[in-house]
C-alpha cells in the first residue's frame, strides 16, 4: 500500500542553521504531496504541497521539491529561527478515486531550533 | 475566521464513562474526519465523512461512534472511555478532492484513568 517514510527525529539546530527533513514515499501514479506542520498546543497546518512532478512547493521560506525518480519530497529552509520549532509531517494523497480519507501521513519529525 | 473548532480542549475521564467530542467548522468543506495522535504512532484515522447523512470507518475506528446530521459538525462519541483512548484527538475537515488540504483543529486532550 501507499506509505510515507520520513526521517526519524529529534532534530536540534542552532538558529540560522540549514534544515533538511528527508521524507521518502511509495505510490503508484502521482500523489499529490504536502508538509504540515504542528506547532506545540496546535493542530497540524498546511505548509507547502506539490501536485506533479518537478513541482516545488513554498511557503514562509521552507521548499520541498517532488522528485519522482527518487520518490521523494524533502524539506528544506536555508536559515532556521526558534519559532521554526515544531514537529513536521510528511503526507501524500494517492491519484486515487476518492479524497481526503486517503490521505497517508509519515510519523512526524520534531525540530527544536535553539538560539 | 473560526476554522475548525473543538471541544473540549482538556477532559480527564474515568474508566467506562462516555463523553463527546465536539467539532465543528464553517468553511462549508463536504469532508470532515477524526484523527488520534500518539507518541511514535503519527496520525491515525478514526472515522470520517464526505458530507451530512455519510459516515465510514477509518483505520482504528473500535470504541468510537459519529454521526453526520449537518455539513457543520462532527461529534466523536467514546462509548465506554477505556485507558487505551487516552490520546490527542484532532478533528480536520477539507473540500473533497485529492489535492485538497485538510484543515485541523487544536485539538482535545483526553486522559482516561
Known amino acids: 500500500g501507499d506509505s510515507v517514510t520520513q526521517m526519524e527525529g529529534p532534530v536540534t539546530l542552532s538558529e540560522e542553521a540549514f534544515l533538511t527533513i528527508n521524507c521518502t514515499y511509495t505510490?503508484?501514479?502521482?500523489?499529490?504531496l504536502f508538509w504540515y506542520v504542528q506547532y506545540p498546543g496546535e493542530g497540524l497546518q498546511l505548509l507547502l504541497k506539490?501536485?506533479?512532478?518537478?513541482d516545488k512547493g513554498s511557503n514562509k521560506g521552507f521548499e520541498a521539491t517532488y522528485r519522482k525518480e527518487t520518490t521523494s519530497f524533502h524539506l528544506e529552509k536555508g536559515s532556521v529561527q526558534v519559532s521554526d520549532s515544531a514537529v513536521y509531517f510528511c503526507?501524500?494523497?494517492?491519484?486515487?478515486?476518492?479524497?481526503?480519507?486517503?490521505?497517508?501521513f509519515g510519523k512526524g519529525t520534531k525540530l527544536t531550533v535553539n538560539p | 475566521n473560526a476554522g475548525v473548532t473543538q471541544t473540549p480542549k482538556f477532559q480527564v475521564l474515568k474508566t467506562g464513562q462516555s463523553m463527546t467530542l465536539q467539532c465543528a467548522q464553517d468553511?462549508?468543506?463536504?469532508?470532515m474526519s477524526w484523527y488520534r495522535q500518539d507518541p511514535g504512532m503519527g496520525l491515525r484515522l478514526i472515522h470520517y465523512s464526505v458530507g451530512a447523512g455519510i459516515t465510514d470507518q477509518g483505520e482504528v475506528p473500535n470504541g468510537y461512534n459519529v454521526s453526520r446530521s449537518t455539513t457543520e459538525d462532527f461529534p466523536l462519541r467514546l462509548l465506554s472511555a477505556a485507558p487505551s483512548q487516552t490520546s490527542v484527538y484532532f478533528c480536520a475537515s477539507s473540500y473533497q478532492g485529492y489535492n485538497s488540504p485538510l484543515h485541523f483543529g487544536n485539538g482535545t486532550r483526553l486522559t482516561v484513568t
Open positions: 506539490a501536485t506533479k512532478a518537478d
Open positions: 503526507a501524500l494523497s494517492p491519484q486515487t478515486q476518492g479524497g481526503s480519507e486517503k490521505l497517508v
Open positions: 468553511m462549508n468543506h463536504e469532508y
Open positions: 505510490a503508484t501514479g502521482y500523489p499529490s
